[in-house]
């Protein structure tokens, strides 16, 4: 069972979880934080063990992460709102591999 305590003060930068993906292979967490623009990463005990991401729109920054998924090679899979993008990093280091996306032009996109 994993238990979560709050994290930071409530006001400008609370933690809104918007997404969670769990990796049973190595008992983490990935929970979306899209107010402060990064995704954290708890372990089994409920401890937050890494922050990936920060706030921007560059190579490894994130602007309202929204949703977070594990694909069966390790990586953390992010999707983005306000960057229309979809971010990858690597599960293991929490490290920038690539991104792809942009906003459309076209009605309706």
Not at 6 to 19: K, L, M, T, W
Not at 69 to 81: G, R
């Amino acid at each position: 069972q994993m238990a979560i305590a709050p994290i930071g003060p409530v006001g400008e930068n609370q933690f809104q979880p918007a997404g969670i993906a769990v990796d049973p292979r190595f008992e983490k967490l990935y929970v979306a934080d899209r107010c402060n623009h990064h995704v954290l990463v708890f372990n089994s005990d409920g401890e937050l063990v890494n922050k990936i991401g920060w706030k921007g729109n560059g190579p490894g920054q994130m602007l309202f992460p929204n949703g977070v998924a594990i694909t069966s090679d390790n990586k953390l899979v992010v999707s983005e709102t306000e960057n229309n993008r979809i971010s990858v990093f690597s599960c293991v280091t929490g490290a920038f591999l690539c991104s792809f996306g942009e906003a459309g032009g076209d009605k309706g996109m």
